[in-house]
């Protein structure tokens, strides 16, 4: 038996009860707009009601997240593998008792370890839905393998767009590149749209319904929608003083808005209980490519 299948069989080993937390994987296609800002605020709204959330720092190189929180993490997803941090260590708690985990260099880095560390990390992660209601994944901006594998494993994909052309064909560039993955599962997979900085409703499902023609005519998918958030000066001034506007100005527009697409997320259907996947698909994917 070689290495990967042997991880493989640790994999299959963790993933025999059925995953707890709720995962969704925030991307977009492009960089600019507001992704991480999307990220923070729900997670806001969500342990609002009661749920709770972890952050999962994906996006490699930057540092969103901690710069909209404020905190500095101590540890991150290399301390993790390589210096003997558990994960209670590594999550990093944020406003509201969010926590959340920056990758830094150890996501790239999985492909590299040895089967131990491998090991190590999958019994470790595994921990995580015990430990949170929902999981949030930041991904990278961009169709880059890595933001791929993130989007790849996730059964709940947060799609943001503007109304910007360059951002309506990145993502659309995103999506071809999603449904053209012969791995990808369509049936397993809801893609919902979430239109950031638009003036009006109407804008808002302007864009989903843009994208979703383009996706039904020729990739044969579907999209739905999941809501918009109106463009506001509350949250660029929350942005500057490194906080979620949602906590900064709860009566704020944008925060409203946050709101109403935290209960549509949350009260709508999911995927079913069979195709249900939990933060050990996501690391799979990476061991997977090793075979």
């Known amino acids: 038996m070689d290495q990967a299948e042997q991880l493989r069989n640790i994999v299959k080993k963790n993933q025999q009860s059925a995953p707890k937390a709720r995962i969704f994987t925030v991307t977009s296609g492009k960089g600019g707009v507001g992704k991480s800002n999307v990220v923070v605020n ?43 941090k558990t994960i209670q260590e590594i999550i990093t708690p944020g406003p509201m008792d969010i926590g959340f985990i920056s990758g830094g260099s150890g996501i790239t ?7 131990e560390k491998l090991k190590f990390l999958v019994h470790n992660l595994s921990e995580l839905d015990d430990l949170a209601d929902v999981i949030l994944i930041d991904t990278g901006a961009g169709i880059s393998d890595h933001v ?13 767009a503007t109304s910007e052309p360059s951002s309506l064909t990145d993502a659309y560039s995103l999506l071809k590149a999603l449904h053209r993955n012969p791995e990808f599962r369509q049936a397993q997979t809801k893609i919902k749209v979430i239109s950031n900085r638009v003036v009006t ?6 864009i989903y319904e843009k994208l979703n023609a383009v996706v039904g005519q020729f990739l044969k998918g579907n999209l739905e ?11 660029e001034k929350a942005v500057r003083q490194q906080q979620p506007v949602s906590i900064l100005y709860p009566e704020a527009k944008s925060s409203r808005a946050f709101e109403v697409l935290t209960g549509n997320l949350l009260d709508g259907n999911t995927v079913p209980l069979h195709a249900k996947k939990g933060i ?11 075979g």
């Open 201 to 206: 409703e109407e804008e808002g499902m302007g």
């Open 42 to 84: 729900l997670a806001v709204h969500m342990q609002r009601l009661g749920k709770k959330v972890i952050i999962f720092d994906a996006d490699l190189g930057l540092a969103n997240v901690e710069i909209m929180f404020g905190a500095i993490p101590k540890y991150n997803l290399s301390d993790l593998i390589y210096r003997g």
């Open 109 to 115: 880095g999985v492909n590299n370890l040895s089967k």
């Open 225 to 235: 929608y999941l809501g918009m958030i109106p463009q506001d000066s509350a949250m």
């Open 148 to 160: 791929l594998e993130f989007v790849m494993a996730s059964p709940e994909i947060l799609l943001l």
């Open 280 to 290: 050990m698909q996501l690391l799979s994917r990476f061991i997977y490519r090793r």
